[in-house]
């Protein structure tokens, strides 16, 4: 029987996740280990370390925008405060992700997995969020001000003091 371990790993200041396996064979002594830690996550800081940056906070978020804005995936990354303003994140997969107090004016999120990030006290003035799938995201205090809201899923989500959410920009289904 095989038993799971959460194991986390910093590398370089940046956090990485992974899972430790650990368990006997049947009919065997032997034990066996192998740790699975995320291939992106890995390759993420091997760009990190080639980049030689100085070690303050603000050049690793902003290395970590370059690569999301790139690699349009950043499963629960920390970006929280970045600016995204303006760029296209269309299809991206955020999931999990802390994206507070973020910028995201007239950015593209257009059918973007968003679900179970935090959003909150975010800039989305403007933004295209159709189709974009926020299921269980924290939205608290954030500003959707001319969000394009068109198909967004919002099952579970958080949306305490959100601002610019009215009927012209939002449709919510009724159950029957």
């Known amino acids: ?11 370089g200041g940046v956090f990485f996740w992974g899972t430790l396996y650990a368990g006997e064979q049947e009919g065997s002594d032997t034990v066996s280990e192998s740790v699975a830690v995320s291939q992106e996550a890995v390759t993420m800081q091997a760009d990190l370390q080639k980049e030689s940056l100085p070690q303050g906070k603000d050049d690793v978020l902003e290395v970590l925008v370059k690569k999301v804005l790139k ?16 760029h296209n994140l269309n299809d ?6 802390n994206l507070s ?6 950015t593209r999120l257009k059918n973007a997995n968003l679900k179970g990030t935090d959003l909150s006290g975010s800039n989305m003035q403007g933004a295209d969020l159709r189709r974009a799938d926020l299921y269980r995201a924290n939205l608290s205090d954030a500003d959707l001000t001319g969000a ?15 601002m610019g959410l009215n009927q012209q920009n939002i449709f919510l289904e009724e159950d029957s």
């Open 148 to 162: 394009d809201l068109e198909e967004t899923i919002f099952d579970d989500t958080v949306l305490h003091g959100v």
């Open 71 to 86: 690699n349009k995936k950043c499963y629960g990354c920390n970006l929280a405060g970045a600016d995204f303003s303006g």
């Open 92 to 97: 991206a997969d955020l999931e999990g992700a």
């Open 1 to 11: 029987m095989k038993r799971g371990y959460i194991l986390s790993v910093i590398l």
């Open 101 to 106: 107090h973020c910028s995201f004016q007239n």
